[in-house]
């Protein structure tokens, strides 16, 4: 009951829906301390759906019987404390846990390292760990993969992807990834960095991303989610 989601509409980037989804038994109590979080994917039938954004509207701004529109811009990333059901994928009610202005908290940190090895001309990529990563299963716990993406696309040897590691919120990777690539190149990437949980048979829910830019930055360091 805490999750619906719409029809998928196919080949557009501009959806129209026109639907109403409907939550049951909200209480006054509620609708002061609840959040409605809306996401939005891309239906992948051969693979794992894309996560494309998403954003969150405190129901303590709604009026009783009165209807307001919301005109949002989605965000990649918006930190939520815990999701009433569990799940992040679709529209779900949360905990409102952030207040107007506070910093929010961040879904986990991921420590990785990077290398340029100047006589091969490749860039060394490692992922050794992540900590505190949110819990996206009913056990409390998530089952964690790392991935990484060298943008401009290089094609198929731009992205890599980490082993999963089961029933973890700390997992320790230690793996190491290389792209060739010329050191007057380097300036001109970006190395994306997303931290997945696996579900078996469905599409594996989004935890976390960072984002690295080379053009100051050939040595180790550590980002926030």
Request: aromatic share 10%; net charge positive; proline share 2%.
């Amino acid at each position: 009951s805490n999750k619906l989601r719409t029809k998928t509409l196919k080949n557009t980037l501009n959806p129209v829906w026109n639907e109403t989804l409907i939550y049951h038994g909200i209480t006054d109590d509620e609708m002061q301390r609840k959040t409605l979080r809306l996401s939005v994917s891309d239906e992948d039938k051969f693979g794992h759906n894309e996560f494309i954004g998403e954003t969150r509207v405190a129901l303590k701004k709604l009026k009783f019987n009165q209807k307001k529109s919301f005109n949002v811009c989605l965000e990649r990333v918006i930190p939520v404390k815990k999701a009433v059901g569990g799940s992040i994928r679709g529209m779900a009610l949360y905990e409102d846990d952030l207040n107007e202005g506070e910093d929010s908290e961040d879904r986990g940190r991921i420590l990785i390292s990077l290398m340029y090895n100047s006589q091969q001309s490749r860039l060394m990529v490692g992922v050794i760990r992540c900590a505190h990563l949110a819990a996206m299963d009913s056990n409390g716990y998530s089952d964690p993969f790392v991935k990484i993406y060298l943008r401009p696309d290089m094609g198929k040897k731009a992205k890599n992807k980490t082993q999963i590691k089961k029933k973890t919120l700390n997992p320790e990777f230690n793996e190491e990834f290389s792209y060739e690539i010329k050191h007057a190149e380097l300036a001109k990437k970006t190395l994306d960095v997303s931290v997945w949980d696996y579900d078996m048979g469905k599409s594996n829910d989004f935890i976390g991303k960072s984002r690295s830019w080379f053009a100051n930055i050939l040595n180790f360091f550590i980002n926030t989610l």
